[in-house]
């Protein structure tokens, strides 16, 4: 794959930055970018967020690879990729469609009805309205086929009850897709069916989750008689695992390397300006090595991701392998940020903003990185995905696959 832009790649690149110059400022090249999850999730910020998605949407600029019909532009993934480089050199606000526009749009084109496409995308593209995923519950999450948020039919609607929980972003949702258990008499990866489902609907209700780092960006979402209209399932009643495959495929790529694959460069930064025994601490051989090995490791996820990016480009789907770049990101995530803060001495102890270097990046990623190595996956989770599915190794024993769910033990003490 050759990297550098190709003649109309170059066009692209310097038509999509002179709209981002006219619309919005630049970013300081040394600003630091905040990555914790949930703290700048006010309602104002949302509003700006919403209203930077519409003018984009208007203007041409939205969700580039979706189809024009749905109100993307038609455009290849390369394109897509120039038009983040660029994006990110502005100062725009946070993006909060990375799950409906990177994993929920995908799944409504791959299985929804020409109704629901018609309906839905083209809204979601033009961003007044969020969408959340409400997949994991307390009791199912790497297995995730464990769930049961019931779905019972009553005439032309559903009925659901039950609890979702790690939900993100659901307190500024407008509408949510939902894997739930329809039938608890088939077998457990053959019961589920997938709804669309409105987060003001009666008898949902939202309660977030405080998280370490003093963020609040997911919840708990209790759900009790709500009733959902047979309109709004995504695919055959049944067909839920399918759909939800689909959702989690394309999860994985839309987190990517995650983590500490594009933070090298700040913590180069800090190597050079943190002091060791009384020394610039980049001049320790043993600082030296680390920086060499987290380059190497970076360097490595960016190749990888080219070759994800060439295959998609190729009009490939997103596979298994799209899990290799977070199952090595997010752990180097946490390892970049363990030595950062060791770098950082005493003041690694600290988070304050304005007194600690880097604006408390390394602090910030210090407690949100654990949370990226179980988002989207866990990190064992991800390593048996490769095992199984990329290198056909024999997989896991999965006593329970072919039982009626209603046989397998709960745990819970009734
Ligand atoms: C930041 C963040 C955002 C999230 N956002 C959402 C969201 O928007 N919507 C949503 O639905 N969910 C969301 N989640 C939930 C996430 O999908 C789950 O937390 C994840 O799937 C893990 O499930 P669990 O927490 O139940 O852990 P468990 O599945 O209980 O796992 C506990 C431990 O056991 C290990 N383990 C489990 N099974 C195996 C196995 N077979 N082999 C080896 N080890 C195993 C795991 O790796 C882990 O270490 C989010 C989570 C985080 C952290």
Redesign the pocket.
Known sequence: MDFNDTPQEAAFRTKARAWLAQHVKPRDPDAIAANV?GERESAEVIQQAKDWQTLKFDEGWACLTWPKEYGGQGLGRLEAVVWGQEEARFDTPPNIYS?GHGMLGPTIMAHGSDEQKAKYLRDMARGQVVW?????????????AGLRTSAVRDGSDWVLNGQ???????HFSDWGMIVTRSDPNAAKHAGLTYFIVDMRAKGIEIRPIK?INGGQ??NEVFFSDVRVPDANRLGGVGDGWRVAITTLMNERVAIGAGGGAGRFRDLLKLAQQARRNGRPAIEDSAVRQKLADFYIKSKGLQFTSYRTLSALSRGATPGPEGSIGKAIGAPMGQEMAHFALELQGAMGGADDGGVVPQEALWQGMYL?T????????????L??IIAERVLRLPP?IRVDKDKPFREIPTGSVK
């Open positions: 999850l799950i959340c995923q409400l997949f994991s519950e307390p009791d199912a999450g790497s297995d995730l979702k929980i790690w939900s993100t972003g659901a998280q960006g997911f949100g654990p949370g990226l190595r179980i988002a989207g996956g866990t990190d064992e989770i390593k048996n896991e």
